[in-house]
């Protein structure tokens, strides 16, 4: 599936197509550089999916944990919780079993992972992987396979 963004206003739009895709996978590795708008996108996710937290970026916190208080109601099989990692700063694999990712894998929560290369190994085999490319006329094309 791919879905294309020409600027900041579709991002709910991209979002809801996104949504509409989840089925009743869990585990979702978001890869693009640095300012792709990994992290914009997944806050608008989050939002379509009905979290009312602030949805902000887990960088230095590592995981984000989001409660989803008001699904669509048009979405089945959606759990109450989202958990947003960023694995930017990690540095050795060791610090992401300390600090219990497998536990968060193993759940019935959303995982939204950013930077998953480090723990691809890790993943699921049913993880979905996201790429979010900036193309040379600033909007994004989002390839989910």
């Given at each position: 599936m791919e879905i294309h963004i020409s600027d900041i206003g579709q991002i709910r739009n991209a979002a809801h197509q996104f949504i509409e895709y989840l089925g009743d996978k869990r585990v979702f590795a978001f890869h693009g550089g640095m300012g792709a708008g990994k992290t914009t996108f997944i806050k608008a996710v989050c939002e379509e999916l009905g979290v009312?937290?602030?949805i902000t970026s887990p960088t230095f916190a590592?995981?984000?944990?989001?409660?989803?208080?008001?699904?669509?109601?048009?979405?089945?099989?959606i759990p109450s919780t989202i958990y947003h990692f960023d694995f930017y700063r990690i540095h050795k694999l060791e610090e992401v079993y300390d600090m219990g990712f497998e536990d968060y894998l193993s759940g019935d929560a959303f995982c939204f992972i950013e930077w998953p290369e480090l723990v691809e190994d890790m993943l699921p085999t049913d993880a979905v992987n996201i790429s979010i490319d900036e193309n040379a006329d600033g909007s994004r094309t989002i390839i989910i396979e």
């Open positions: 009312e937290d602030v590592i995981v984000n944990e989001y409660a989803i208080t008001n699904p669509p109601s048009t979405c089945t099989h």
